[in-house]
Every structure is written in structure tokens, then in C-alpha cells.
């Protein structure tokens, strides 16, 4: 591919990253009454000081600035990520149990204090992403480690593998499942699993305990056997205990999201065979997205059931995956039409989703191809997370193949 055209790219979206995302979380996002930031904004900036400060957010915006300041060291990026692990490490953390609640309110009193896997699974990925961008945080590598021995001891199913969804805030067996209210009421999923994965992926990075690479290890045979639909390149989205599936359609999202994170973990764990492995299956999942979900504007589709598309919105989320999920597939393949398709989805979030009034993205664009301004700019589920890590790996993948 021309290499100006790979500069042209990667200025692109350098530009979006420095001068409409980062500013959106240093300004107007953040809680001037409370401190850290707010749990709501509406799309003409207008918060909700009602709404409960999440986990998921709070623990988003921690590693987003640490990746950021990794990267590309900056004074107020270095502040803000400590700002951050204020809040994720003392407001959220359960210092009587141990593990972190799900929802606080204003003020950091616990309005949901059960402990939620993927929550815990994004405490581990942010405080692992700290350490690493600030060397000498002892006391972050220490808190993952002990969050690593609380799951392992609580929450993984010792019986069939994996992890259970949910555990009280006593790490007791939960009766409700759900991780939120779009979801079913079952004890694993593959959602729950895709962010363990991906969070003891990079607490491995940090520390090579044997236990944490058996499990990362394992939670990639579980992927393959246990969560990819057979022959069809999709991910099933939930099961009971023994792994019988209890759904029946894929999120393409989240498909091209995997793609490229099981490649991750293979690639961090060092092991040849095992990284041939997940770039095979890498690559068929994200060849399934790419033939299955990809649209004419470049958008790609939300939902899919049997081969079909169910659901044509295009929320921001899928978009931000598929660039590194699509220049992931072109740099293990060889093959440029990966690399035009993460093109393509660029040009569509600049042209649909970049709000170039206030900053950041707009949540969803509807099958019409109208913006559904229903949907908040910032909320528990709406954070720097996906936008931050495309930018991010977006200008790293594209520093290494214009060198090749």
C-alpha cells in the first residue's frame, strides 16, 4: 500500500485521539463537586448528578490515560491517570472483602456493592496498565495480584473452567447473573471471558506467575472449543455451568474484538505454536466479520443470527474494534483488503460518529444512518476505552508496517 497513504492515516488519527477524544475526558467530562469523573453526560453536555459512578467507566478512564501516557509521556495525561487510580483504588476497592464494587454514588458510598467478573476483570486490566506506564507503583502490581488470587479462588468454576458471572459482595454465590438488564440470567458468557482474558493478558506482561499463564492458557482453549460456534467463526454469547450455549445469535463487535485479543495472549505468553494457533482462528473470525457484517459506508453492523444481519445499527464501540481487528488480519495475512476495510471504518467514524462540536463520539448511528441522540456521551458504559485503544494501536500497527 502507498506509504502516504499510511501517513495520511495514521495523522488522521493521531488528530482525532489528541484534538477531540483525550480533550472530551480532561475538560468536560470531569466531576469539578466530587472529584474524578461524571457517571453521566448527555450529548449538548448536560449531566445527571443522580446517576451511580461505575466501575467500568472509572476503571476504563485509569487505563486509558496510563496507555496514553505510555506511549506518549504528557504531563496532564500523567495527572489525570492519577486522578484516576484515586478513585478506582480507594473509592472502589472493598477493603473488607477484598475486590472492587460496581457502582458507587456521588459521594463513594456503594449503591451495588456485588462483584461483578467483568468488572473485576477491567480493575486488574487498568491497575496492570498503571504500573506499566508508571514504574515504581508498587502498591498497583499488588493489588492485582491480590484481586488475581480473589477470582481464581471465588469465581472460577473449578469443575467445568472458566468463570461464573457474578459473586456477592462476600464473593458468595450470586442469584442473579446478569451483567446488565440486555442480558440473560446465565452463569457465563462469553463477554465475561473475553475481558478476563484480556486482563490477564496484561497483568502477564507484569508478572509471570505459572498460575496466571495456565490460566490465560486455558481461557484460550475455553474461546476455541467451548465459546466459537463450530464451523461458523462466531462467538456464542452465553451458557449455563456446563457450557451448554443458551443463545443464539453473535455480536460482530465483539467477534473482531476477540480476534485480535487472542492473538494477544498467545503473543504474550511467547509460545510458537500456541500464537499459530490463535492467528488461524484470529483470522477466520475476522474474515467471517469482514465477508458477514461490513457495509457499503464502511459501518460495521451490530448483531447477527445463522449467516444473517438482525441488527443494522452501528453503535461506536464495533467500529473502534474492527480497525485493529482488520489491520491485526492484514498483518498476519498479508492481504491489503484488511487494511482497506480498517480504512473504510475510519472514514465512516469521522464522517457518522466524531462530534466535532463537543468532542468525543456519538454512542450509535441508527439503520437510517440517523445518530440516535437517545443515548448518552458519557456514562457507565460509555467511556475512552475502545476509541483510545483504537487510536492507540492503530498508530502502533501502522508505525510497524510502514517500516516493513
Not at 476505552?385 to 510497524?400: D, F, N, P, W
Amino acid at each position: 500500500m502507498d506509504l502516504k497513504r499510511l501517513e495520511d492515516f495514521a495523522a488522521r488519527v493521531r488528530r482525532e485521539l489528541f484534538g477531540n477524544i483525550l480533550p472530551f475526558w480532561t475538560g468536560p467530562a470531569l466531576d469539578h463537586q466530587h472529584g474524578g469523573w461524571l457517571a453521566w453526560l448527555s450529548n449538548d453536555l448536560k449531566p445527571d448528578h443522580s446517576r451511580p459512578k461505575g466501575l467500568i467507566l472509572n476503571s476504563r478512564i485509569l487505563w486509558a490515560f496510563s496507555a496514553v501516557y505510555r506511549a506518549y509521556p504528557d504531563l496532564l495525561c500523567r495527572q489525570m491517570a492519577e486522578r484516576a487510580a484515586e478513585v478506582v483504588m480507594n473509592r472502589f476497592w472493598d477493603s473488607e472483602h477484598g475486590g472492587a464494587y460496581w457502582r458507587l454514588d456521588a459521594t463513594g458510598h456503594a449503591v451495588d456493592d456485588s462483584k461483578k467478573i467483568y468488572g473485576q476483570a477491567f480493575y486488574i486490566y487498568a491497575l496492570a496498565e498503571y504500573w506499566q506506564a508508571f514504574a515504581g507503583q508498587v502498591s498497583a502490581l499488588a493489588r492485582t495480584k491480590d484481586l488475581f488470587e480473589l477470582l481464581e479462588r471465588h469465581a472460577r468454576d473449578p469443575i467445568h473452567g472458566g468463570y461464573w458471572e457474578v459473586r456477592r459482595r462476600d464473593w458468595s454465590e450470586a442469584a442473579e447473573m446478569r451483567l446488565s438488564e440486555k442480558d440473560m440470567n446465565e452463569k457465563k458468557s462469553m463477554n465475561n471471558h473475553l475481558h478476563v482474558l484480556e486482563a490477564y493478558t496484561n497483568l502477564y506482561r507484569v508478572w509471570k506467575d505459572p498460575r496466571l499463564e495456565a490460566r490465560l492458557r486455558e481461557l484460550i482453549r475455553i474461546f476455541h472449543q467451548r465459546i466459537l460456534q463450530p464451523g461458523a467463526w462466531h462467538l456464542n454469547h452465553f451458557f449455563d455451568e456446563r457450557w451448554q450455549v443458551r443463545s443464539d445469535s453473535c455480536t460482530y463487535g465483539h467477534d473482531i474484538e476477540a480476534s485480535w485479543l487472542l492473538c494477544e495472549a498467545a503473543e504474550a505468553l511467547g509460545d510458537d505454536a500456541l500464537c499459530r494457533h490463535a492467528h488461524e482462528l484470529g483470522l477466520q473470525i475476522a474474515n467471517a466479520v469482514h465477508e458477514e457484517a461490513l457495509e457499503a459506508d464502511g459501518g460495521l453492523c451490530y448483531e447477527g443470527r445463522h449467516g444473517q444481519i438482525i441488527d443494522r445499527g452501528k453503535e461506536c464501540w464495533p467500529q473502534a474494534e474492527a480497525i485493529i481487528g482488520f489491520i491485526n488480519a492484514f498483518q498476519l495475512s498479508g492481504k491489503t483488503g484488511y487494511l482497506e476495510a480498517a480504512m473504510r471504518v475510519w472514514d465512516f467514524i469521522e464522517r457518522h460518529l466524531v462530534d466535532r462540536e463537543h468532542g468525543e463520539w456519538f454512542w450509535r448511528v441508527n439503520p437510517d444512518g440517523t445518530r440516535d441522540t437517545t443515548l448518552p456521551k458519557l456514562s457507565e458504559w460509555k467511556g475512552p476505552y475502545h476509541g483510545t485503544r483504537a487510536c492507540l494501536e492503530t498508530l502502533r500497527r501502522l508505525s510497524t508496517i510502514s517500516r516493513v
